[in-house]
């Protein structure tokens, strides 16, 4: 039995004896401590980004991505990325056929990690809540793993052109429908209120896909807060629960 595997035994174990205490999973979902305690310890093979890497392809997909990133796909040229490599224009096609074989890796190797990182949480044995708190969680950690990368993976996979379009596309939707899935079985258990499970799981993502504008990126201990946080919000929102049930009157 390997270590990864034995601590993740381990893992499950702690997480059984903390539910056997706690059966209800309405109650669970807003537990903090319990929410805590699973996001802390529950372990998944983390993974990379195949941007990342050593060698002078490896360099020049970091300086493109940077140049992505900060300039636009559509404003970046091959002369310009040459330039900042330090080498010839000529050279540089020498490592990348062309500008958009660069987007292409970029985009994809992100829509991997992100549709690998959420086929190891729906493949996990743990309650529907659980493995949304999970997945909001990896969902920050590959966000904020490369912001360059994923800033272009989120803004400039429209200039792929077919069929890569197309395929990315479905990475996109894969993903998508990962989140609507723990939707749909939180909702046909009775967890979560009924709704669009799609509409809901791209609404989450969105939500979460705006924590790149922040200014700071958060550490690795910051991440487990962080998600309760997202979690929190989006399971419970921002309206103070009235100390008695009146209904709710807007003015709209």
């Known amino acids: ?56 392809r490896a360099q020049i997909a970091r300086l493109a991505t940077g140049l992505f990133h900060r300039k636009g796909y559509a404003a970046t040229s091959m002369r310009e990325l040459a330039s900042v490599s330090g080498i010839e224009a000529p050279s540089l096609y020498n490592h990348f056929s062309s500008k958009e074989t660069l987007l292409h890796e970029i985009c994809f190797g992100m829509a991997d990690a992100f549709v690998s990182t959420a086929q190891r949480i ?36 429209r ?5 890569s379009l197309q395929a990315f596309k479905a990475l996109r939707l894969d993903y998508e429908q990962f989140f609507a899935g723990l939707f749909q079985e939180g909702m046909n258990q009775g967890v979560f209120v009924q709704g669009d499970p799609l509409w809901l799981g791209r609404q989450l993502l969105l939500l979460m896909n705006g924590s790149l504008h922040s200014a700071t990126r958060p550490d690795d201990d910051a991440l487990t807060p962080l998600a309760h946080r997202f979690l929190d919000l989006w399971m ?17």
């Open 1 to 56: 039995m390997s270590p990864l595997y034995a601590k993740w035994v381990e893992v499950l174990g702690d997480c059984l004896r903390f539910w056997q205490k706690n059966k209800n999973q309405e109650t669970r979902t807003n537990d903090r401590s319990y929410l805590c305690f699973m996001l802390e310890n529950t372990v998944i093979e983390k993974t990379s980004i195949s941007v990342v890497g050593n060698g002078r």
């Open 122 to 157: 729906a493949a996990l044995d743990l309650p529907v809540s659980d493995r949304l708190a999970l997945a909001i969680k990896e969902h920050l950690r590959l966000l904020f793993s490369d912001r360059e990368a994923v800033g272009v993976f989120v803004h400039e996979w």
């Open 159 to 163: 200039h792929l052109s077919e069929p």
């Open 236 to 252: 419970n929102g921002i309206a103070k629960p009235p100390s008695s049930p009146t209904p709710l009157n807007p003015t709209f």
